[in-house]
């Protein structure tokens, strides 16, 4: 029997990553429902755009670990992409918005993590290349570190940001939701959770990482498992 059946699982990501997230959770026979708490806001002032034009017209490789992050630079970008400058993304949906703003996609990893795409630029990317990461403001840096190791030159460009939903009203009791399991996948989600949610009950929270679960600690919250991996399928994997 599938551990995941029946199960009723509280997704708090930001709305269209709560879409895909479902979509993965109810093929494995759960219940997914969506309550987002996070939103996410580019970062577009002055200095950012400069930045980034800068650091492109350098550039051997751009590199972004989610769709937003594709979605903010085409946005802030002054001038076309040179040809010369190679895009590697991680997951196909973050390759689908590369290939649609920016017109090419490079290198995909598909194991879905920022640790996995870094390795996998490791054997790629050559000494002395610069490197240009394009990623939310409260993004690790295990890209960067990975690839300096290798000679590279790393550029980070944080171009947008995630933020928690702030209180509307009154809380919604959590065992109104009738959640068995709750995922937790950004310190920003904690926030947001507890700004809509009275927890009242004592459906199992899993995190996806630890700043994650520092976060949900610090809050209150008693943390029933941390993703082996930071990816959806480290939490369904911590879930069974």
């Known amino acids: 029997m599938n551990p995941l059946d029946g199960k009723t699982i509280l997704l708090t990501r930001a709305h269209s990553d ?38 492109l017209k350098a550039a051997n490789w751009l590199v972004f670990t989610s769709r937003r992050g594709v979605e903010a630079v085409a946005a802030l970008q002054q ?3 040179a040809d010369t400058v190679r895009i590697a993304v991680v997951g196909p949906a973050t390759a689908a918005a590369a290939k649609q703003d920016l017109g090419r996609v490079d290198l995909m990893n598909t194991a879905g993590t920022a640790a996995s795409l870094a390795a996998e630029l490791a054997e790629r990317v050559a000494a ?9 403001e409260n993004a690790g840096d295990v890209i960067e570190r990975t ?19 702030l209180p509307s009203g009154t809380k919604r009791a959590l065992s109104s939701l009738g ?3 709750v995922l937790l996948a950004s310190p920003s989600a904690v926030a947001g ?10 459906a199992a929270i899993y ?13 209150g919250l008693s943390v029933k498992a941390q993703a082996p991996t930071p990816s959806l399928d480290g939490l369904m994997e911590a879930m069974t």
Do not use: K
């Open 18 to 55: 709560n879409e895909t997230w479902a979509e993965r959770l109810a093929r494995a026979g759960a219940t997914p429902i969506a309550l987002p708490c996070i939103g996410t806001e580019a970062i577009a002032d002055a200095a950012t755009v400069r930045a980034l034009a800068a650091a």
């Open 79 to 81: 001038d076309d992409l």
């Open 128 to 136: 002395g290349s610069h490197v240009v990461i394009a990623v939310a």
């Open 147 to 165: 690839l300096a190791a290798t000679g590279a030159t790393c550029t980070r460009i944080d171009v947008y940001r995630t933020v928690p939903m």
């Open 179 to 181: 959640a068995d399991n």
């Open 193 to 202: 959770f507890l700004n809509q949610v009275d927890v009242d009950s004592d």
């Open 207 to 219: 995190t996806i990482g630890p700043t994650t679960t520092a976060a949900a600690r610090a809050a």
